[in-house]
Each structure stands twice: as structure tokens, then as C-alpha cells.
């Protein structure tokens, strides 16, 4: 009976194992695997974000560098506004001939050719009738006509003029009165003061008539030189020297210009030069 219950123990003791217990190990086995698959993976992706923001770094250097650095704004250079200077005036060389003072002027062209001017201005001792072309009043006493030519070109003005390559007759008007009559009158007292010149004068010395027009006292009224008058003034000129070529229009207005005795180009309404001879 002993031996049967020794059997029958020993025979429950070698029996294999209940099937259900097998089944633990495994289950385990799969949890811990998928633990370590769900660790890899996020590993992986801390990996993947680290790379990512390296690349990111190194691309947002290598811009960086690309980039030139801004250039510091340099503001455009203004311009120097220079104000204008005035046009120093000269004092135009003057010499009394008789009744006449010389002033001695020069002048160029636009081209920059030269030419010499004595420019006469007959003492205010003579002037014209107001109004008239022909006759010139001194000391309140009209000139006779036939005599006019000798009392005004004088034998040491006529001595100059022998010297001289052109003669200038010129003409002018008082301010007063209609500026298109006041022009021809300038232009016939131009014309008797060059038929004056001819009749002292080498015939072979070219002439010119000067027509200035109307003068403005009013505008010139500083230029004025108290020895002369510049209302009805006797006027004549020559030409002591000039460049080949020269525009004598443009040298003469150009001499006349910037002096504080004479009145300028400015202070007349015309500058007609004409060659009559």
C-alpha cells in the first residue's frame, strides 16, 4: 500500500506542466519587445530632429555668410552752390584832346579775338539840339552846319584818326519819346557825324555807323561821368588795333562792358554796327 501511494506520487510528479503557464514567458517576451521597438522608435525620431537642426544650423550659416553685410548708407554729396560774384568794374584810361576826352577800352569777340577802341565823347560844352539830327548846340548857341564838322572833330582828335585802321560814327537818343522814332534819330545823328568824319579823314580808312538807340539814364545813372554828357552826347570812335577776323560788334560791346565811367552795352536799346565805307 506504501509502494502504490509512493508510485502514484511519483507518477503525479513527472507529469508535464499545466499548458497555461507556458503562455507568460511569451507574452512577456512580446511586451518587452515591444517596449524596446517603441524606445528605438522614439530614439529614431530624437535622433532625426537632432540631424534636422543640424542642417538646419549649418544651412542658416552658410546664408548667412553669403549675405553680404549691409553697406553702411552714404548720403549722396550735395552740391556747393556757389553764389555769384559781381563783375569787378574797371576805370576806363581817360584823356582829354582838346574838347573831346579819349577813353582807351578793349574788347573781345566770342571767338576771343581782341580789339582795341578809342571811344570820344565830346565835352558837355556840346550837345544836340533836343530833337534834332543835324545841329549842335555849345553855350546855348547853335553851331552853323558848315562849321560843326571843324569845332567838333578838332585838328588833334583829326590827327588821331590818321593812325586809326576803322572810324565809328555814332548815333544816340535821349530816353525820352517814342522808342521806335527815338531809334531813327539815333541812326541819322550816326549818319552826320560819319559825314563829318569823311570830310576830315583819309578816304581809305573804312567807316562804320554805330546806331545805340535810346539810352537810359535812369538804368546808368552810376556809369554817368560828370565831364561828359550821356543825354544828347557827340560820339565817335576809332579802332586802334584788332585781331585778324575780328567781329568788331562783339569786341566793341564787350569793351564798353564793366567800367564805372562808361555806360555799358545794357544802357542802350540798340548795337548796330555798320560798314558805310
Same mark, same amino acid.
Given at each position: ?31 518587452? *519587445?515591444? /517596449?524596446? !521597438?517603441? /524606445? ?7 535622433? &532625426?530632429?537632432?540631424? *534636422?537642426?543640424? !542642417?538646419?544650423?549649418?544651412? %542658416? @550659416? ?5 549675405? $553680404? @553685410? ?12 556757389? @553764389?555769384?560774384? $559781381? #563783375? ?23 571767338? *576771343? ?6 571811344? =570820344? ?30 569845332? =567838333? /572833330? ?7 584818326? %590818321? ?7 555814332? +548815333?544816340?537818343?535821349?530816353?525820352? +519819346? ?11 545823328? %550816326?549818319?552826320?557825324? %560819319? +559825314? ?8 581809305? =580808312? ?6 545805340? *538807340? ?7 545813372? &552810376? ?12 560820339? !565817335? ?17 564787350? @569793351? ?17 554796327? #555798320?560798314? /558805310?565805307?
Amino acid at each position: 500500500m506504501t509502494d502504490i501511494l509512493a508510485k502514484d506520487v511519483n507518477s503525479n510528479s513527472a507529469q508535464p506542466p499545466f499548458a497555461g503557464d507556458g503562455k507568460k514567458p511569451d507574452e512577456e517576451k512580446k511586451r518587452r *519587445g515591444g /517596449i524596446w !521597438l517603441w /524606445i528605438l522608435a522614439v530614439l529614431l525620431f530624437l535622433a &532625426a530632429l537632432v540631424e *534636422g537642426a543640424i !542642417l538646419y544650423a549649418d544651412r %542658416a @550659416a552658410k546664408n548667412v555668410e553669403a549675405t $553680404p @553685410a549691409p553697406q553702411p548708407v552714404v548720403a549722396a554729396p550735395q552740391p556747393v552752390v556757389v @553764389a555769384p560774384q $559781381p #563783375v569787378a568794374e574797371k576805370h576806363a584810361p581817360k584823356e582829354k584832346v582838346e574838347n573831346a576826352y579819349f577813353f582807351r577800352i578793349d574788347g573781345k569777340d566770342a571767338e *576771343g579775338r581782341t580789339a582795341s577802341f578809342d571811344y =570820344i565823347i565830346v565835352t558837355n560844352d556840346y550837345t544836340w539840339v533836343k530833337g534834332s539830327t543835324t545841329e549842335v548846340v555849345s553855350n546855348d548857341t547853335v553851331i552853323p552846319e558848315e562849321e560843326t564838322a571843324d569845332r =567838333i /572833330i578838332t585838328p588833334k582828335v583829326k590827327e588821331s584818326f %590818321a593812325s586809326a585802321l576803322d572810324l565809328i560814327a555814332v +548815333g544816340l537818343a535821349s530816353r525820352e +519819346g517814342d522808342r521806335e522814332a527815338e531809334e531813327a534819330r539815333a541812326l541819322a545823328r %550816326a549818319q552826320t557825324v %560819319a +559825314g563829318w568824319i569823311s570830310k576830315v579823314s583819309d578816304a581809305s =580808312i573804312p567807316l562804320w555807323t554805330l546806331t545805340l *538807340g535810346q539810352y537810359d539814364r535812369d538804368a546808368c545813372k &552810376a556809369q554817368q561821368d560828370a565831364d561828359s554828357s550821356y543825354e544828347r552826347p557827340v560820339l !565817335l570812335a576809332s579802332v586802334r588795333a584788332r585781331a585778324d577776323g575780328v567781329n568788331l560788334t562783339e569786341a566793341f560791346a564787350d @569793351a564798353l562792358t564793366g567800367h564805372d565811367n562808361l555806360p555799358s552795352r545794357n544802357c542802350y536799346s540798340q548795337f548796330d554796327l #555798320v560798314k /558805310i565805307r
